[in-house]
């Protein structure tokens, strides 16, 4: 699947993303700026969070309540490994019933089984991204 959309049409390419997924882990690859904290955002808010949603960039996760349960949100930019994310407890999210968005998932690809989808988003202009989604 691929959508091209407008920044404004971020909660709409949400909730259409989430209809066409058939994992509760996503990965987010694309570079810094693409979009995707911004359409963490707009996922969070469609799993029906209240929640305030922020980068985790110094937190490393954050945690959000929805009405599908508990959303685990991972920024891996900073960690040097996978034995950093080892040491934070990586495997104890991964085999929750959360959903687990992880942006920068690169270093913990090799634990992961194969039970995820990937978003890799491109920058087309100031307000376009194009995402595709790899299932």
Known sequence: MEIKY???????????LITNVN?????????MG????T???AIVKALGS???VNSPTFSIVNE?????????????YRIKDIEEAYNFGIE????????ILIEWPDKIKPI????????????????????????
């Open 6 to 16: 407008d920044l404004d049409q971020v909660e709409d390419v949400a909730n259409e």
């Open 23 to 31: 994992s509760k882990v996503l990965l987010f690859q694309g570079e």
């Open 34 to 37: 693409a979009g995707k904290t």
């Open 39 to 41: 359409l963490i955002k």
């Open 50 to 52: 209240q929640d305030e």
């Open 64 to 76: 959000y309540e929805s009405n599908n349960g508990i959303i685990y949100h991972f920024d891996l």
């Open 92 to 99: 104890d999210y991964l085999y929750s019933d959360g959903w």
């Open 112 to 135: 992961l089984s194969e039970g995820f989808n990937e978003i890799e988003l491109d920058i087309v202009s100031s307000a376009i991204r194009t995402l595709r989604l790899k299932k």
